[in-house]
Structure formats: C-alpha cells, structure tokens
C-alpha cells in the first residue's frame, strides 16, 4: 500500500513561491495517477494539478494555470507543485492524492490514497 506524505507549506507572503512536496512509499508509486488538491476553511476540497503515471500529462485547475506547475521524479518516488505569485486566496491546506486507475479525475472521490495535508497561508 502506498502511504503518501506531503511536505514544504508554510507562510509566506504575497507574490511570493513555495513548492510542495509529496513523498509516496511503496513500490508501485509509478504506476498511480497524482493530483494535489487544496481545502480552505468552509469550503469544500478542490482539484488543482493532476499529472499521469507517466508524467507525460498534466492538468490544471483555470485558477492556478500558469501560476503552479505539477510534476514527479519517479526515481524519488516524488510529485512536487511549485507554486509561483501566491495570492492570499491560495491559502488553504494542500493534499496529495493518489488513484490507482488510469487517468486524471477532478472530483476528490476518484482518489483513493492521500496524504495527511499541508498549511499553505499567503499573507496580503
């Protein structure tokens, strides 16, 4: 079974960068599809970037393209989301998520590993 462990949030300000990283176990890491997801308070989950096994494709929630960037190293067991121009309106907690079938899913209930979360806060 994949465990899945997200690291790199924090504060930071306004225009500012961070990259997320997610850190999966198990052997079969290769073969998972990966998103990164986010929940502010009172809202509900939502898709941001997906990447396929392969890495070869790669999905974008409107509101962060061409602000984040997903990718994965798979020699690290690794998928990142570097995350540039940061507005306060990111703030939220990002999770990573895995599915084991094939193919990029925006909806949460697709996704059947995740990771425990990371604070990400922008201050204006």
């Known amino acids: 079974q994949v465990q899945l462990v997200e690291s790199g949030g924090g504060l930071v300000q306004a225009g500012g960068s961070l990259r997320l990283s997610c850190a999966a176990s198990?052997?079969?890491?290769?073969?998972?599809?990966m998103a990164w997801f986010r929940q502010a308070p009172g809202k509900e989950r939502e898709f941001v970037a997906g990447?396929?096994?392969?890495?070869?494709?790669?999905y974008y929630a409107d509101s962060v393209k061409g602000q984040f960037t997903i990718s994965r190293d798979g020699a690290k067991n690794t998928v990142y989301l570097q995350m540039n121009s940061l507005k306060p309106e990111d703030t939220a907690v990002y999770y990573c998520?895995?599915?084991?079938?094939?193919?990029?899913?925006?909806?949460?209930?697709?996704?059947?590993?995740w990771g425990q979360g990371t604070q990400v806060t922008v201050s204006p």
């Open positions: 998520a895995a599915r084991t079938n094939y193919g990029v899913r925006y909806s949460p209930a697709m996704y059947n590993l």
């Open positions: 198990g052997r079969t890491f290769s073969t998972y599809t």
């Open positions: 990447i396929s096994w392969s890495g070869d494709n790669t």
